[in-house]
């Protein structure tokens, strides 16, 4: 596609629901990066993908939150049993290489009431 | 701790030039991107600059270095954060860590 894209754009749950967000990158790009922006707050990195694989997995803030991604392409976040402090905007980027220049998508606005 | 510390706020009126600063710790020669987010915009790359090599640092590791932007005669429309991250080439395989971010507001 012409860029990255998210869905969904937002999600409301309940505490203690599991939620997915799902990610597409760019085509071709190798490298996928998935951060949090929370009110008040910079970007947190999450977690990254070089093709179907996560070298480190040590910026997800806890057990309750997995990624992975298939084909080298869409990559999928999952948070298991919502907490409200998991609210916050989940933002989605992928670059041609590693350590390249990063595209971002808009991003999924979630909100666990 | 966040190891990229930027200046959290600067407001200056139109025409203005502007110093961003982005201060970080790094072991290697990253390459300093800088993301701006426009209001209700997704992030996207302002500008990119290699490092240079290891004779201008004396040594593999960086200390609390500042490499700033400059905005010349900025604009309302200018106004949005500004993000720098350190990056190094095969770095991804460390955390990146955006700097917290420069809230840039343009009055007219």
């Known amino acids: 596609g012409a860029g990255v894209s998210q869905s969904p754009s937002n999600k409301v749950t309940e505490k203690g629901k599991d939620v997915e967000l799902r990610c597409d990158p760019i085509s071709g790009h190798t490298a996928l990066y998935w951060y949090r922006q929370s009110l008040g707050q910079g970007l947190e990195f999450l977690i990254y993908f070089q093709g179907n694989s996560a070298p480190d997995k040590s910026g997800l803030p806890s057990d309750r939150f997995s990624a992975e991604r298939t084909g080298g392409s869409v990559s999928t976040l999952t948070i298991q049993r919502t907490q409200q402090e998991d609210s916050a905007v989940y933002l989605c980027?992928?670059?041609?290489?590693?350590?390249?220049?990063?595209?971002f998508g808009p991003g999924t606005r979630l909100t666990v009431l | 701790s966040n190891s990229v510390k930027q200046t959290g706020q600067i407001t200056v009126s139109e025409g203005a030039s502007v110093t961003m600063n982005c201060t970080y710790t790094?072991?290697?020669?990253?390459?300093l991107f800088w993301y701006v987010e426009y209001p209700s915009k997704p992030l996207q790359l302002l500008q990119r600059e290699t490092m240079e090599n290891s004779k201008n640092f004396g040594g593999g590791n960086i200390k609390d270095k500042n490499s700033p932007i400059v905005k010349y005669s900025v604009q309302v429309s200018d106004s949005a954060v500004y993000y720098c991250?350190?990056?190094?080439?095969?770095?991804?395989?460390?955390?990146?860590?955006f700097g917290t971010g420069t809230l840039l507001a343009v009055q007219p």
């Open positions: 980027a992928s670059s041609r290489t590693d350590g390249g220049e990063q595209f």
């Open positions: 790094s072991t290697g020669y990253p390459t």
């Open positions: 991250l350190p990056c190094r080439y095969g770095g991804a395989t460390n955390k990146l860590i």
